[in-house]
């Protein structure tokens, strides 16, 4: 189930050397030194929890019951999706989101694609709004995640695409984010080359070492008008 990126989306050769095992078990490695503070890290977890909270005022508390009925009158299945995904420091959480496919075995290992026949009519709509993202709220409530940080794959493609890129775990020196420096530049949904996937790691990683409270309210507002003018790719 691991091998599935490798064979089918890069094309490239599994080396004999397991570097998924490697990196996790190498300490996380410290790149942002006196800029990761309790200070910081309090603003961070402030800011989270208020636009959180006032998300789930004004936004879920209408939000949420209509978008339930669509995905229940559009197909069978649970409302919420969730799945495990890696957090900070490599420790596993499952992320919720809004079912926007038909249940299927592929989910945890098979990315979504153009045209994709798993994708249900209400499921296109949601994932081209980035709507299925919204009950991400809950874990950044729960603390799992943040509003902004690297965006978290689902464990099994994490674990081949750390394969691909050496020191790619370093990614969760951070908490993960509902959205993030790469998403804001326009780089969301599938991933289709070794290319793509290498340009999301240096942002990603360029943020763990730049975050910031300033750079977080920046990237909120870059993703909002990515919303709206790069979403070619969101399917």
Known sequence: ????????????????????????????????????????????????????????????????????????????????????????????FYCYKFRTMVKNKEADTRQA????????????????????????IFNVILGDMSIVGPRPH?????????????????????KPGITGLAQCKGLRGEISSFQELYSRFRLDFFYVKKWCLIFDIKIVIETAISLLTKNEKAY
């Open 154 to 174: 689902s464990v099994p493609m994490n674990l081949e695409f750390a394969k691909e890129i050496e020191n790619f775990m370093q990614r969760h020196q951070v």
């Open 1 to 92: 189930m691991e091998d599935v990126l490798i064979g089918q989306k890069f094309g490239r050769s599994e080396k004999t050397e397991n570097f998924v095992k490697q990196q996790q078990r190498t300490k996380i490695i410290n790149l942002y030194g006196q800029n990761d503070n309790l200070r910081k890290r309090a603003m961070k977890r402030t800011f989270d929890l208020v636009i959180s909270l006032f998300t789930m005022v004004f936004i879920v508390s209408w939000l949420f019951p209509i978008v339930a009925l669509l995905i229940k009158w559009d197909s069978k299945g649970p409302v919420f999706f969730k799945q495990l995904r890696h957090g900070r420091g490599n420790k596993k």
């Open 113 to 136: 694609t153009q045209n994709d026949a798993r994708i249900t009519k209400i499921g296109k709509f949601l994932r081209k709004t980035s709507l299925d993202e919204l009950p991400q």
